[in-house]
């Protein structure tokens, strides 16, 4: 496991430190300096995948509705991230992007009041919280 | 001042809301919420005091002109043209052309017209024309109040009354548990009633004619406990609605045929349109039947009077505020506004006096025979509307605003008289059980012969002189031709009116003290007992006078109906005109009266009833309504064809014409002490003779008694026909159609049966040889995979989300990885 | 859109902030921490909405999210057992089979994500690079004549004008949806949430439920059946 995660990471260390790749490396300092749309998109991507990765390994139901949070979040930087870019491209709906986002945020506030009241009724009906206790689905 | 009436209304609203609102919390204290009510009122009365005096006779007064609220640039939108105009769509184009070759024919008009013409026929028209381009393209409708001599005294009555009556009302409904609550509606009364009559247009007239219904059906129904008082509510509601349609149907063809509700704009062009003679049916015609149907539904005329009488099921200062002095008068005030349209219209003329006529004959009849002293009273009022009525249908809309005026002096005095009775009595409201009262209540009493004497139409008494006039107008008018014949209905009720109120006085204060000898059978009161008068000694009931609260608002309410008619004080006393200038009703009302016969606004002295023109003119120089110009040839009748006119035949043999009022006004005092002496007669001097004429009268007594079985009619011509043509539908509905439905139902079924059959033999056998097939080979895998486990399922969808990745980007990725682990390694 | 000096050090420190606090709120094991950590995540991405010049949304982001939906979680956390958890007793993520294949999944996920967008970009960039050119220029000599605030460092942008008039004028009928939804939410929580006795308060308990769970609470059979 360490290996492969050495054998992972070394290229990256490598992009860093090795003398032969100094044009590539001054391409990417050049890079970071101006963040652009991509990096925008590749955040919201990340959260995004944190969010899945929160919802499909946590065993707390709570923690999966923050999860949950952090995916409609990252939905949401999606959004904003196109809306600046369109708008700087001239286009006159680009703000739909944020309007979208405005919704986004209303219907995460109604799911997480209706989530947390199940999750309220069903603490009191099986005094549990942890999700692989709760498989009636399987009848 | 006058700018500032747009607080009128506020006020009452502003009290309204906070008794409404916060009344519950403030009930600890009677005293407040009164104090909040009657101050409310007593601050719109002094703004509208204010506000009447420097628009019509301060020193910068614009009497005759107009005043609107929108003139100062501050105008409120309230259905702004622009949202209209999606909705209108073509037509709108086609209603603009017409208004403009009107306008441009007003404008010609204009020109031809000498200045001292134009400021006394025009004024009303021209006022608003700077901006009129906008206007006439959609309908536009603003919310603005306006200021002239009619909405001034209408404004005067409702806050001045109003003020006596919520006095009256603290004391009265002392220890109501829903004071708060009365003292909300009554405000929001008042509200509505000030929107009525200040509205600068008819949709505003509109919401405040529904508002003083809905009020009105709040008050009725105040003691929502008692199954009558719920049913009168709701009796009157409903009465009331189809009076609403007809009004609703003519703002419609109001706006249809003048493109804006604006009362300046509407009679600024309905005055250019030709009139109607008796039989013609031209669209003012029209109009004028709508608004006179709402005005009938209102005012409680022949045959829509039938909630009024109900609607003493209230408490009886709501009696004397809306059923007797102001709203009721709603009818009249629309009338009168739309005088133009109604004079358009002869044939809508003689409908108005005949309806009044009739129904002043008919309700007077009644209230010979009634034994609730409320009920009496509301009769009377019903007659006394008939009267008001009467006048307009006459072409004399003055004198009816007028008798509108003292009506609402006397008839407030003598409801809140007998609430005083009422109340002193124990809540008991049947006359058989009173009697002897002088004794006990003298400040009523005394108050109360104020009323009476100014209602029967004893001389300088105020309804004297408004009644005196509309029998007059009505003898001598040149408007319609049954004038004759609606004198003669006028002076019957008249009489009677003068009987039945002696009859009243009779029963309750003078004579012997009934309550005395009928103490065991007393029935329970009428009215539910308020918390102080729970008295453990029930059977003891020895009336006793009222407390200051009460009376005097009574005595100030006297006052005005002992001198209130020298406001208008009858031309046979004066030489043959009005005097006073301005100060003279009829006169301060001319600016909003259009004339026939001359064809402009607010020349009623230019022509009398006769075609000539007075002599008298007032010099005074801004009173230009009055012309100085000398008098010359007899005008024609307005309708080119005038019937048998009794005055005029009355003058061809007295040769005087001044003489010839005085001979009306001798034969209307005749039929007054008539009936007076004949209430004395049978009810002070000789008390057994109403029993003998009810006997030999049987079938009028009867008929009276009963109300001439007009709710009895209607309860089966419409109530029971309603409910037949329900149970007519219901019948097919539930025959023909249920049975079409049950028909096709059966079919379904017959032939599922047959499915049913192939299905269950030849396809199922088919379906489930395979299915068991199937399920054998497949279940484990399936059941494999239904875990229960949410996140299992999750799984699944994320692993969609990979694949889709992988479909599209795939082999690129591949390659990637490749030259990437190609260059570093 | 490309950022340049201190907006740039910002975009870093906040995306990288916001990163870790959301796997940190994947990964705390008391869940008191996680709802904390995923605060500070929602706070990180406002101050990237702030960067992208949306900042009625990063407002919006905060007030909501911040003030109200994580109180909402706080206390939720506090009304069920969360004591096992926290004293190390009970293992917090699922069975080692789900959890490797999750994240198997989530790295490949990422991985093709990343990818795409990074090839995909540069198409877009291409597409645009002489609209953004032109347009650009427009914009700064529009943002010149906008209004100074009040200290004079900046100027008073029209960004969160024209999500209003958008809102309103576009997407009015959607926001009437949401108001209902919203309502709707509200309703249906506060009839989620009630205890059995709150319902048999109001009658709204089938009597044989009832009947059985009085008997194991016998204070329930003295609820009166209406107020």
Request: hydrophobic content about 50%; some cysteine; charged content about 15%.
């Amino acid at each position: 496991m360490l290996l492969l995660i050495f054998k992972i990471f070394t290229p990256v260390l490598g992009l860093l430190f090795q003398e032969q790749s100094q044009g590539r490396m001054a391409l990417v300092w050049e890079k970071a300096q101006h963040p652009d749309l991509s990096k925008f998109l590749i955040i919201g991507a990340l959260l995004f995948i944190i969010g899945v990765a929160g919802v499909l390994t946590r065993r707390n139901i709570i923690v999966i509705f923050m999860s949950i949070e952090l995916i409609l979040n990252a939905a949401n930087l999606n959004f904003i991230a196109m809306s600046r870019y369109l708008q700087e491209t001239g286009n006159m709906n680009a703000v739909a992007g944020q309007i979208f986002a405005v919704f986004v945020i209303v219907v995460a506030a109604a799911e997480a009041a209706i989530g947390l009241g199940i999750v309220i009724a069903l603490y009191r009906n099986k005094e549990t919280i942890w999700v692989d206790e709760i498989d009636i689905l399987k009848w | 001042m006058y700018r500032y009436i747009w607080l009128v209304p506020l006020l009452p609203l502003a009290g309204a809301a906070i008794n409404g609102l916060l009344g519950r919390k403030l009930r600890f204290s009677e005293r407040l919420i009164g104090g909040i009510a009657v101050g409310s009122i007593a601050l719109a009365f002094l703004i509208t005091l204010a506000s009447v005096y420097s628009y019509a006779f301060g020193s910068g007064a614009i009497w005759p002109n107009v005043y609107v609220t929108s003139q100062d640039g501050a105008s409120y939108s309230w259905i702004p043209g622009g949202a209209v105009r999606f909705t209108q769509g073509g037509s709108a184009r086609s209603m603009v052309a017409v208004q403009e070759s009107a306008r441009e024919e007003w404008a010609k008009r204009l020109a031809e017209m000498t200045p001292e013409e134009r400021l006394r026929g025009g004024t009303i028209s021209v006022l608003r024309g700077h901006n009129e381009e906008e206007r006439a393209s959609v309908l536009d409708v603003e919310w603005s109040y306006q200021l002239d001599a009619l909405s001034s005294i209408f404004m005067l009555v409702v806050t001045g009354v109003g003020l006596c009556i919520f006095v009256f009302a603290t004391g009265y409904m002392h220890g109501d548990p829903g004071f708060y609550r009365f003292f909300a509606y009554m405000g929001l009364f008042m509200f509505s009633m000030l929107v009525l009559v200040m509205g600068s247009n008819f949709l505003m007239m509109f919401v405040g004619w529904e508002g003083v219904g809905l009020c009105s059906y709040l008050l009725i129904g105040y003691y929502f406990d008692r199954p009558e008082a719920a049913n009168a509510s709701r009796k009157a509601f409903i009465t009331n609605r189809v009076g609403d349609f007809g009004f609703a149907l003519a703002i419609f063809g109001v706006i249809a045929t003048f493109g804006t509700t604006q009362y300046t704009d509407v009679f600024g062009q309905a005055a250019n349109f030709p009139l109607e003679p008796l039989g013609n049916w031209g669209i003012l015609s029209w109009i004028a039947l709508g608004l006179f149907v709402g005005a009938c539904g209102k005012s409680a005329q022949l045959p829509l009077h039938v909630w009024l009488p109900d609607a003493m099921a209230g408490p009886t200062p709501v009696s004397a505020l809306i059923h007797a002095a102001t709203m009721v008068t709603a009818g009249l005030y629309m009338l009168t506004r739309t005088n133009v349209i109604f004079q358009h219209s002869q044939t809508m003329m003689t409908v108005v006096a005949v309806v009044g006529a009739a129904t002043a004959l008919f309700a007077a009849t009644i209230g010979i025979t009634q034994n609730d002293i409320k009920k009496v009273l509301a009769y009377s009022t019903v007659s006394q509307l008939g009267f008001m009525f009467m006048a307009c249908g006459v072409g004399a809309f003055a004198i009816g605003i007028f008798h509108v005026m003292t009506h609402a002096f006397f008839k407030a005095l003598m409801f809140l008289g007998a609430g005083s009775v009422i109340h002193g009595m124990h809540h008991e409201q049947d006359m058989r059980r009173m009697g002897g009262l002088r004794k006990y209540m003298p400040y009523t009493y005394l108050t109360f012969l104020a009323g009476w004497l100014a209602i029967c139409g004893i001389i300088p008494f105020s309804g004297f002189w408004s009644k005196d006039e509309i029998l007059w107008s009505a003898a001598s008018t040149r408007y319609v031709p049954v004038g004759w014949i609606v004198w003669i209905v006028g002076t019957i009720a008249a009489t009677c009116t003068a009987f039945y109120m002696t009859r009243l006085m009779a029963m309750t204060f003078w004579g012997k003290e009934r309550f005395l000898d009928n103490q065991h059978d007393h029935a329970p009161g009428h009215e539910v007992h308020g918390a102080d008068h729970e008295t453990p000694t029930h059977h003891v009931h020895i009336p006793h006078e009222s407390p200051p609260s009460m009376w005097v608002p009574l005595a100030v309410l006297a006052v005005l109906a002992t001198i209130g008619g020298f406001v208008g004080i009858s031309p046979a006393f004066t030489g043959g005109h009005h005097v006073g200038g301005r100060m003279n009703i009829v006169n301060f009302l001319d600016p909003i009266i259009w004339n026939p016969t001359t064809r402009f606004f607010g020349t009623h002295e230019v022509v009398d009833s006769f075609g000539r023109r007075p002599e008298l003119v007032e010099r005074h120089a801004t009173t230009s309504v009055l012309t100085t110009e000398p008098v010359h040839a007899e005008p024609p009748p307005p309708y080119g064809h005038e019937g048998f006119n009794l005055a005029h035949t009355v003058e061809s043999v007295v040769h005087k014409h001044w003489l010839t009022e005085v001979v009306f006004i001798i034969i209307s005092l005749l039929v007054a002490g008539l009936g007076m002496a004949l209430g004395w007669l049978f009810y002070v001097k000789k008390p057994g003779l109403p029993d003998i004429w009810a006997a030999r009268l049987r079938p009028l007594y009867q008929a009276s008694y009963n109300k001439y079985w007009v709710d009895e009619f209607f309860g089966w011509a419409v109530t029971r026909r309603t409910m037949d043509a329900a149970r007519a539908v219901f019948a097919f509905d539930s025959k023909v159609i249920d049975g079409a439905v049950n028909g096709s139902a059966g079919l379904t079924r017959l032939a599922s049966r047959v499915t049913g059959f192939t299905d269950r033999y030849f396809v199922d056998g088919l379906v489930n040889a395979i299915a068991a097939f199937v399920m054998r080979l497949m279940s484990p895998l399936f059941r494999a995979a239904q875990t229960g486990f949410t996140q299992n399922y999750a799984l699944v969808m994320v692993l969609g989300l990979v694949l889709a990745v992988i479909l599209f980007f795939g082999a690129d990725i591949t390659t990637a990885f490749k030259a990437m682990f190609a260059t570093w390694f | 859109m490309v950022l340049s000096g201190w907006e740039a050090v910002f975009f870093w420190v906040f995306s990288i902030a916001a990163i870790f606090a959301g796997l940190l709120t994947v990964m705390a094991r008391n869940t008191i921490h996680s709802a904390l950590f995923l605060i500070s995540s929602l706070v990180s991405v406002a101050a990237l909405f702030i960067l992208l010049h949306a900042e009625f949304i990063a407002g919006v982001q905060i007030l909501v999210y911040v003030g109200g939906v994580m109180v909402l979680f706080l206390f939720v956390i506090m009304l069920v057992n969360v004591g096992e958890e926290e004293r190390g007793q009970e293992e917090i993520f699922n069975r080692s089979r789900q959890v490797t294949t999750s994240v198997i999944f989530c790295g490949l996920l990422v991985a093709g994500l990343i990818y795409a967008l990074n090839v995909g970009y540069e198409g877009i960039q291409k597409r645009d690079a002489a609209t953004i050119a032109q347009t650009g220029a427009e914009r700064r000599a529009a943002d010149q004549n906008l209004a100074a605030s009040a200290t004079g460092a900046s100027k008073i942008t029209k960004g969160t004008e024209w999500v209003g008039n958008g809102l309103y004028r576009f997407g009015s009928l959607p926001f009437e949806v949401a108001s209902v939804l919203l309502l709707v939410a509200i309703i249906g929580s506060v009839m989620l949430a009630r205890t059995l006795k709150q319902e048999a308060a109001v009658d709204d308990v089938a009597p044989d439920v009832l009947e059985k769970e009085a008997i194991k609470d016998p204070e329930l059979a003295e609820v009166p059946a209406t107020e």
